[in-house]
């Protein structure tokens, strides 16, 4: 018999449409409560969350990420981002370099690791954030989008060379009147698996993806034959995609180096 908190995560859907009703503060400062209440690596909160109030800001965020109107309407708009930059002043501000130099240890920047070790972080927050807000019957979407576009999110943020926007959540609460579908998923066996890895061969991938094949509606408006070429169309080989790739590219050569700093 599924318990509360089951039935939650079984009737959750990503929500695009909000009531037009506000997220009051109570509700917004328990669904950041929720969020910061998050595991997190070594307690070390290597994220950072923004709160888009400003409505231009929102109406900016709409655009860049891959222009979705929804976003501009959203009651509430969190950005999660991974953040490496608060330890690292905090160390210069601890001396740390010269405790280095003392130890003969070397002083680094951030490296890759801070990058997703903080990625995860912030992700975790996020999702904590998405469960608690459900309680309270508002709900969410995450706009992966907010991973293109590196450079006008940088300025549009404030954000310093040790953050990166990973997630951004759009919350409001379900319309009185929707009627919820939760989508399928892959079956179990293609995703879960028993101490080791198991590869799919091309007769566990057509059976892994045959209902979605059966529902592809065609003509798709993507020339595409199968579900396959349908979602290279669609997502991975999309133009948003290639942004993305680009835009994440940039972001980690400040992250790439690791470089050993004089202190
Ligand atoms: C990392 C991530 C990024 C997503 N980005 C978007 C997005 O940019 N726009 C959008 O409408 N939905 C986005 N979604 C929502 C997914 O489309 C949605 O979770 C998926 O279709 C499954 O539907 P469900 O959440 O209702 O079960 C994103 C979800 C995740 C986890």
């Known amino acids: 018999m599924p318990n509360s908190t089951i039935q939650l995560l079984s009737q959750r ?9 506000p997220v009051t503060d109570e509700e917004l400062q328990t669904i950041l409560h929720g969020a910061m209440r998050a595991p ?10 923004i709160l888009v109030a400003d409505q231009e800001k ?21 950005v999660f981002v991974t953040d490496a930059q608060r330890w690292h002043d905090y160390y210069q501000v601890t001396d740390v370099p010269a405790y280095c130099q003392r130890r003969g240890l070397q002083f680094q920047k951030p490296h890759l690791g801070d990058f997703l070790l903080g990625a995860n ?3 975790i927050a996020a999702q904590n954030a998405v469960i608690a807000a459900e309680s309270l019957g508002i709900g969410s979407c995450y706009i992966g989008d907010v991973m293109e576009n590196y ?11 040790y953050c990166f926007p990973v997630a951004m959540l759009c919350l409001g609460h379900y319309p009185a009147t929707m ?20 590869r799919l061969d091309t007769a566990a991938l057509r059976e892994t993806f045959a209902h979605r094949e059966a529902a592809l509606p065609k003509p798709n408006g993507l020339d595409a034959d199968n579900y396959g070429q349908f979602m290279y169309g ?9 942004e993305m790739h680009r835009s994440i590219a940039a972001a980690l050569k400040h992250w790439q180096g690791g470089v050993v700093e004089d202190d």
Do not use: W
């Not at 997190?40 to 969350?49: D, E, K, Q």
């Not at 669609?234 to 290639?242: V, Y």
């Open 13 to 21: 859907v990503s929500l695009r449409q909000y009531a037009d009703r």
């Open 40 to 49: 997190t690596a070594g307690n070390m909160m290597l994220y950072s969350i």
């Open 58 to 78: 929102k109406i900016r965020l709409s655009e860049t990420c891959d222009y979705q109107p929804f976003i501009a309407k959203a009651p509430v708009v969190l």
């Open 121 to 123: 972080d912030a992700i």
């Open 151 to 161: 450079e006008q999110h940088r300025e549009l943020l404030d954000l310093p060379e």
């Open 179 to 198: 009627e919820r579908q939760p989508k399928e998923r892959l079956s179990q066996e293609s995703i879960v698996f028993v101490d080791t890895y198991k």
């Open 234 to 242: 669609r997502k991975t080989g999309a133009p948003f995609f290639q």
